[in-house]
Nanobody
């Protein structure tokens, strides 16, 4: 049974930082690309970042390039998203997922990120 458990969200002021984590189980984590997606109220879920199975290359949405960094620890089955210089438009529920070409598993509960003063 695949499990994807996101954590680390919260309320932060504009310009602040958060570090999201996702612990995965139920599949061979070390061979799977991993993704972070987000969904803001009233909007479709969108890709934020992708990381290959070995850690490189990484890819980012234009809206987060230079501010967010995706990383992974294959020994701990964990993928992280370091988010700096946060903006109100980054407010969303953030989800992780895995798959060779696109997300392959049911979405977890996600973690809420709210950027507001």
């Amino acid at each position: 049974q695949v499990r994807l458990v996101e954590s680390g969200g919260g309320l932060v002021q504009p310009g602040g930082s958060l570090r999201l984590s996702c612990v995965a189980s139920g599949f061979i984590f070390s061979t799977s690309p991993m993704y972070w997606y987000r969904q803001a109220p009233g909007k479709e879920r969108e890709l934020v970042a992708r990381i290959s199975s070995g850690g490189v290359p990484t890819n980012y949405a234009d809206s987060v390039k230079g501010r967010f960094t995706i990383s992974r620890d294959n020994a701990k089955n964990t993928v992280n998203l370091q988010m700096n210089s946060l903006k109100p438009e980054d407010t969303a529920v953030y989800y992780c997922n895995a798959g060779l070409i696109r997300p392959s598993f049911d979405w977890g509960q996600g973690t809420q990120v709210t950027v507001s003063s």
